[in-house]
């Protein structure tokens, strides 16, 4: 039987609020992968904008950040900004889900809460120990509904969607069927939705651009959309106005329409950049409407991907990770605060022989787990 190899978890780019993030030394950003310091064994991790949620395979829940606090008995978490969604277990046999204020720091009553059924857990709770644990939420296990962060906090689902897969973008959602085929939903004036248009669709819609090809995962960042197919081939689309669907930008040497200062926690100031970009030279693409293909460097396959407000990672099947778009918190990896229109390979986990198995985004930040790569 084969030795199990130990894994770690890796962060870089925004700890302006002091979340966990690798060592951070009292600084606002970190510029490449840094392992982190975690009182036990982290399995899973998510990450909002001003504080991440970490979950020790002993079943604790760590914020760090703007909120600072922890809690026993959590199977899985989704942080955002609005909400934090914990599933606890009871006392006796069974979990709940609880929806918290994340500024209550896990104390007092919890704005929402819902019962589940005995046997509901967590995704890959019985995975071996060296592998991260990636939970379902904002999906809850029954995948019939979903969490989002304006009340009523709970949204049904058709039971005839027979979900795999739910990712929330800042006013898109993106859900991944069974049967390996893409839907979404929400406001759509970036063209994170995928169908073409810039309109907005008030329930899922099929993608039709992907219709007969299966795909294996899906990624929601603040206005763009990504996803995997079972081959490992990367489909991308949305708004480009920092690169992240590594098509033609503006270079970053000239003047940029919105001051990057002036971006809140989702950069919301960048609605009128992109609008004005919509007139740009042809060569420059600041919005993608629909699906298009990526080709990583070297023809690699991809296998996981994730996204933040406006950046990408990918992870391939060799264990790579590859980063693009908005870079200057260091989200990217590469060592500076640069932003790219390529997918550039984070060379941190190749000089350390290191295999990268799963990677999340934060808004402004990335989070990695690696192990050591076999000796050949």
């Given at each position: ?93 069974g979990t709940e889900l609880q929806a918290w204020v994340p500024g209550s720091a896990l104390q007092g009553e919890p ?259 690696a192990v050591e790569r076999e000796n050949i």
């Amino acid at each position: 039987m084969a030795e199990k190899r130990q894994g770690a978890w890796f962060g870089f780019g925004f700890c302006g609020f002091g979340q966990a993030l690798g060592s951070g030394n009292g600084q606002h950003a970190v510029h490449s992968p840094e392992p982190l310091h975690a009182a036990d064994d982290v399995c899973q991790v998510s990450a909002s904008w001003s504080y991440t949620a970490l979950v020790t395979r002993g079943g604790r829940v760590e914020l760090s950040g703007s909120v600072s606090c922890a809690a026993d008995g959590c199977r899985d978490v989704w942080a955002s900004e609005g909400l934090l969604v914990v599933q606890r277990n009871k006392s006796g046999s069974g979990t709940e889900l609880q929806a918290w204020v994340p500024g209550s720091a896990l104390q007092g009553e919890p704005l929402w809460v819902q019962n589940l059924a005995s046997g509901a857990k967590a995704q890959g709770e019985d995975e071996p120990g060296s592998e991260p644990r990636m939970g379902t939420l904002p999906l809850l296990p029954c995948a019939r509904a979903y969490m989002t962060p304006q009340p009523p906090f709970c949204q049904p689902l058709a039971p005839e969607l027979r979900v795999r897969q739910l990712q929330l973008g800042a006013e898109h959602a993106l859900l991944l069927c069974e049967a390996g085929q893409v839907f979404s939903w929400g406001g759509g004036r970036h063209g994170q939705l995928g169908h073409g248009s810039l309109e907005a669709e008030l329930e899922p819609r099929l993608l039709e651009a992907l219709q007969g090809l299966r795909m294996a995962e899906v990624a929601a960042g603040g206005w763009h959309s990504v996803c995997v197919s079972e081959t490992g081939d990367i489909y991308i689309w949305g708004w480009n106005e920092s690169g992240q669907l590594a098509l033609p930008t503006r270079s970053g040497t000239e003047k940029k329409t919105v001051r990057e200062e002036e971006l809140n926690d989702d950069g919301l100031r960048g609605e009128e950049a992109a609008l004005a970009d919509v007139g740009a030279p042809a060569h420059f693409i600041a919005i993608q409407p629909f699906p298009a293909l990526l080709d990583l460097p070297l023809g690699s396959d991809a296998v996981k991907a994730s996204c933040g407000s406006r950046h990408t990672a990918v992870v391939t099947r060799t264990g790579e990770l590859y980063t693009w778009g908005w870079g200057k918190y260091g989200q990217l990896g590469h060592k500076d605060s640069t932003s790219s229109d390529q997918p550039c390979r984070v060379e941190y986990f190749v000089e350390r022989q290191l295999e990268v198995r799963a990677v999340t985004c934060g808004p402004w930040n990335t989070y990695v787990y690696a192990v050591e790569r076999e000796n050949i």
